[in-house]
């Protein structure tokens, strides 16, 4: 794990620890409901498309500025994102073997995953305050 100091300051807001896991979590369940795009390419399409839910970025991302244009398309869109520390635990959590530097959980109508999207959500609102 990284020091606190060594975080871009860019990469904000930051998750602790509790939120980290939390969000982890639902994006993996997300990724067995097919409610996932990886890849900052990705989560812009469905920023443009409207169909993202909230916006997971790594902070060890490098440079972190191939990711600065998604918290931009979130506000214009007014959808929640957040930064946790690792690539590489975010890839795990989207089920694959490689870092992952974004991603994004979708919509989906009926989904039993909205209780804690929501949850998510407004955790990550309360970050950004």
């Given at each position: ?20 896991k ?33 916006i ?59 209780p ?14």
């Amino acid at each position: 794990m990284t020091a606190e100091s060594d975080v871009n300051p860019k990469a904000y807001p930051l998750a602790d620890a509790t939120l980290t896991k939390t969000i982890l979590d639902l994006v993996q369940q997300a990724a067995n409901y097919k409610q996932l795009r990886k890849g900052a390419n990705e989560a812009t399409k469905t920023l443009n498309r409207g169909i993202a839910e909230f916006i997971v970025m790594a902070a060890d991302a490098e440079p972190l500025e191939i990711i600065l244009h998604l918290p931009l398309l979130c506000e214009d869109k007014n959808v929640p994102y957040v930064f946790v520390r690792s690539k590489q635990a975010l890839g795990r959590a989207c089920g694959v073997s490689r870092p992952v530097i974004a991603t994004s959980v979708t919509i989906k109508e009926g989904s039993q995953l909205k209780p804690q999207i929501q949850s998510v959500q407004m955790a990550i609102e309360r970050l950004l305050v």
